[in-house]
Nanobody, 119 residues
Framework: QVQLVESGGGFVQPGGSLNLSCAAS????????MGWYRQAPGSQRELVAY???????SHAGPVRGRFTISGDNTKNTVYLQMDSLKSEDTAVYFC?????????????WGQGTPVTVSS
């Protein structure tokens, strides 16, 4: 099994910054990517950013230029630096990990960490 533990969420004023982290443990061999999704109240879960094991990154349009995903393979941890936060960034942020085993894809999710951007 895989365990994902997130931290770093909280309350911040518009224009502020937060740094989320997600530490993976357990059966984390054959990992292909880790990343972050978010879900705002009344909305569907949406992809925020992901990073592959070879370091390639992708950021969704609404956060590009403001959020930066990074990873530390030695700590099995992925980070999401969020700058210039806006009220529309308010959501629960979920870490995810994708791995393949014998040709099958497996997705794992953290418990979510809330981010509230408000004045």
């Amino acid at each position: 099994q895989v365990q994902l533990v997130e931290s770093g969420g909280g309350f911040v004023q518009p224009g502020g910054s937060l740094n989320l982290s997600c530490a993976a443990s357990g059966s984390i061999d054959s990992v292909s990517a880790m990343g972050w999704y978010r879900q705002a109240p009344g909305s569907q879960r949406e992809l925020v950013a992901y990073i592959t094991t070879d370091g390639a990154t992708s950021h969704a349009g609404p956060v590009r230029g403001r959020f930066t995903i990074s990873g530390d393979n030695t700590k099995n941890t992925v980070y999401l630096q969020m700058d210039s936060l806006k009220s529309e960034d308010t959501a629960v942020y979920f870490c995810y990990l994708q791995r393949f085993d014998h040709g099958f894809r497996y997705d794992y999710w953290g418990q979510g960490t809330p981010v509230t951007v408000s004045s």
